[in-house]
């Protein structure tokens, strides 16, 4: 029972955003645009201790709520502001039936939440959905109770964006955002004394009760300090049976002029070599930039020619891409501005990709289309032998599964080149973090790992959502690919 509290401990601190499942084949154009502030990926640092980590991240929430308290709405503040009775309600089972229910808590894992709200059928509707709604929180401390209010942002394709905000009787005031997909969801809210919570939502009070129960069995656990794992803990050890490759494709100049030049694809395959020669056993890396059509092709066609049934392969890719008639395609280094030839069709790609001889397939795209989630434990909360036996048999287990999975870089938007301050992009810099850390941590890091990290470091930005999905016509057999640091290789 205790790994099992583990993990759904991870999956709220990690998953921030409700993502949901499209077109397989929507890749969209990648741009240029450094004026867009991203959130810089948090680095791991070996010196730095739990206090002064928690010190650092109240900073920032407290700027970050500082910044967003300006964007609550008229009809949230006048709910807030209004004066009632206050009564606090200690459990789920106490919330008044007929709500949407929630629970969570701060991201330090010392504070418990739990509460409601309910649809004001007085407001005016969006797509079918009330503009505002209003409830309550309460806190594990037996007396805190917040009024909190939400305003309806935009529907996207069945997707609800709101924006989140109250006031506590202690005078602690907090704002967020939370996303909805049929009648669950979950978001997060940065409070004014530098606490960010995180939260889960259903209109089924029974399974948001299992949930609040399980979160209140894990309160208090010890924080996971970001520094490397000591010494004494017990190292996971794999034995892959086959092989790993990797082809690395890079497009960053373009022939045709009125294609934008960039600058992060070029930088991120090369860091990304370097990473994976240092760190990680890898049998051939091919790296591919600046390329045609032709160039692409062949260098598919070369792996291809590398790889068996038992190997491991990782396919990245970084430049434009453009969607036709509902037809997407990556495009080359020569491909002309107008739909032309020279565009590569991911239906060709798609030939390559699902006879391609390899026990497991990872493929990053950091150009756009749609995707969805899966769930797994993060690395960074393997705070005991325990965990990490039971992470290194899953880990284990998905190691002998047939794998096949895509992660991408953004949705149905355009996504942004580089990250403030930097040559390379937020998605590459998401992955080469969390590759880093693994290697610093001894611990293997699976793909699902990848995507909630890079999803992580975009939390906030609602223009841009990574996605991860296994494309059903590969045929993924349950498995997931898995970066294997080569102290945990068995010898």
């Not at 010196?47 to 407290?62: A, L």
């Not at 939502?201 to 949930?211: C, E, P, R």
């Not at 803990?233 to 049976?241: A, E, Q, R, S, T």
């Not at 040559?423 to 611990?443: G, H, Y």
């Amino acid at each position: 029972m205790q790994f099992i509290k583990k993990i759904i401990i991870a999956l709220t601190l990690l998953i921030s955003l409700i993502t949901f499942a499209q077109s397989e084949t929507t890749w969209i154009t990648k741009k240029k645009d450094k004026s867009k502030k991203v959130e810089k990926v948090e680095k791991v640092e070996k010196k730095e201790t739990v206090s002064s980590w928690i010190k650092k991240k109240k900073k920032e929430n407290k700027k970050e709520f500082k910044k967003e308290k300006k964007k609550i709405t008229k009809e949230v503040k006048s709910w807030i502001n209004k004066k009632t009775k206050d009564k606090y309600l200690a459990t789920i089972s106490d919330l008044p039936d007929g709500a949407i229910y929630f629970s969570g808590y701060n991201e330090f894992r010392d504070i418990l939440i739990h509460g409601y709200v309910v649809p004001d059928t007085k407001s005016e509707l969006i797509n079918g959905y009330y503009k505002t709604s209003k409830g309550f929180v309460y806190f594990n401390d037996g007396k805190t109770t917040c009024k909190i209010g939400s305003t309806v942002l935009v529907v996207i394709d069945g997707e609800l964006t709101s924006r989140v905000a109250g006031e506590c009787s202690d005078g602690l005031e907090f704002t967020g955002k939370t996303t909805q997909t049929n009648t669950s969801g979950d978001g997060y809210a940065t409070a004014s004394d530098g606490n960010k919570f995180f939260i889960n939502f259903d209109i089924n009070k029974t399974k948001i009760a299992k949930l609040y129960d399980e979160n209140k069995l894990g309160l208090g656990d010890e924080l996971i300090e970001r520094k490397l794992a000591r010494k004494d803990k017990k190292k996971i050890i794999l034995n892959p049976k086959g092989k790993y490759y990797a082809l690395l494709i890079g497009n960053s100049n373009y022939d045709d002029d009125r294609w934008d030049d960039l600058v992060s694809p070029i930088n991120d395959i090369n860091a990304i070599k370097a990473v994976l020669d240092k760190s990680y056993k890898f049998e051939k890396i091919i790296t591919v930039s600046n390329a045609n059509k032709k160039e692409i092709f062949n260098a598919f066609k070369k792996l291809a020619k590398l790889t068996t049934d038992n190997d491991y392969v990782l396919i990245y890719y970084s430049g434009h891409g453009k969607i036709k008639a509902t037809q997407a395609y990556w495009i080359p280094k020569d491909g002309s501005y107008e739909w032309g030839e020279s565009w590569i069709n991911v239906n060709e790609l798609n030939i390559f990709l699902t006879e391609i001889k390899a026990h497991h397939l990872a493929v990053m795209v950091d150009s756009c289309y749609v995707g969805g989630k899966f769930k797994g434990t993060n690395i960074l909360d393997l705070a005991n032998d325990d965990d990490r036996q039971f992470f290194g048999e899953s880990l284990a287990e998905a190691l002998n599964l047939r794998a096949r999975s895509v992660l991408s870089s953004g949705s149905t938007g355009r996504v942004s080149d580089t990250a403030p301050n930097s040559k390379n992009s937020v998605f590459a810099l998401a992955f080469l973090n969390v590759l880093s850390s693994s290697e610093r941590m001894s611990s293997p890091l699976n793909m699902w790992n990848v995507a909630m990290n890079v999803k992580r470091a975009f939390l906030g930005n609602f223009n841009q959502k990574p996605y991860y999905y296994n494309p059903d016509t590969w045929y993924d057999g349950g498995g997931d690919f898995i970066f294997i640091p080569k102290a945990n290789l068995k010898k």
